[in-house]
């Protein structure tokens, strides 16, 4: 499997960012790390192994970079409203920065999937939810998708704009909405174990329903707990039978 490390100086975040590729040809998956961890977060846990076997075939090539979010809403030192600046900051990277990174790297053609587990999901989801001009669809992993599960308490505009279960709903913009309706890729999957939220899922299920979003909604059973094996198990299942 090809392995290729690299960073650059982000104008959007103000710090070097780091990044690995894997793969050199095939859709692009842009992986986006759970909670506080790094760009190197799914090769540690093994995830990238269990995702060779499309790598090495040419199906999909992975983009995995940094998370910010010990700058955001994960540090208790910093102040509520520079934590949502922050986090817009991380938006601007992946649209402005990563995403032409990897037009460049593959073709302008090639369609960019964003992809994550637990806080990842909820940021993968937003990047597409946000931006369906740049972005072709999702694969969220074990996520809830309200932004103030994580604000602790705090609320604002921006909040909302980055909260897809509180902004879809009153998203009219037609020309948005029919991007977002022609992506044949927003899978939301999740287990119904331990520290899983089935129920957070079926409600986000409920919003793209009522905005005539097609998605799939995939809710596994109770021994798939909100930890690695699941999503082991989970995202080669998904790149196997629906790419």
């Given at each position: 499997m090809d392995r290729q490390l690299g960073s650059w100086d982000s104008p959007s975040l103000g710090k070097e960012m780091p990044y690995a590729v894997y793969g050199s040809y095939?859709?692009?998956?842009?992986?986006?790390?759970?909670?506080?961890?790094?760009?190197?977060?799914?090769?540690?846990?093994q995830?990238?192994?269990?995702?060779?076997p499309f790598i090495n075939a040419g199906r999909v090539k992975v983009y995995s970079v940094n998370s910010i979010n010990t700058e955001?809403?994960?540090?208790?030192?910093?102040?509520?409203?520079?934590?949502?600046?922050?986090?817009?900051?991380?938006?601007?990277?992946?649209?402005?920065?990563?995403?032409?990174f990897i037009r460049h790297s593959?073709?302008?053609?090639?369609?960019?999937?964003?992809?994550g587990a637990s806080f990842?999901?909820?940021h993968s989801a937003?990047?597409?939810?946000?931006?369906?001009?740049?972005?072709?669809g999702c694969i969220a992993m074990s996520g809830v998708y309200d932004l103030t599960e994580y604000t602790k308490g705090y609320y604002d505009e921006d909040v909302y704009y980055n909260s897809p279960i509180h902004y879809l709903p009153n998203l009219t913009d037609h020309a948005i909405l029919e991007q977002i309706r022609s992506s044949a890729h927003i899978h939301i999957l999740t287990g119904s174990g331990d520290h899983e939220d089935p129920e957070a899922n079926r409600r986000f299920g409920g919003v793209l329903y009522g905005k005539g979003i097609n998605y799939e909604l995939d809710i596994w059973g109770h021994e798939w707990k909100h930890d690695?094996?699941?999503?082991?198990?989970?995202?080669?299942?998904?790149?196997?039978?629906?790419?």
């Open positions: 095939g859709f692009a998956l842009l992986m986006i790390p759970t909670a506080a961890a790094d760009f190197l977060e799914y090769e540690r846990f995830l990238l192994d269990h995702l060779a955001s809403w994960m540090n208790n030192e910093m102040e509520p409203r520079h934590k949502i600046i922050r986090h817009q900051q991380f938006n601007d990277y992946i649209h402005h920065e990563v995403v032409p593959s073709s302008w053609e090639t369609p960019i999937i964003t992809c990842g999901a909820l937003n990047l597409f939810f946000k931006r369906p001009d740049l972005i072709n690695w094996p699941t999503w082991r198990a989970m995202l080669p299942h998904y790149l196997g039978t629906r790419f």
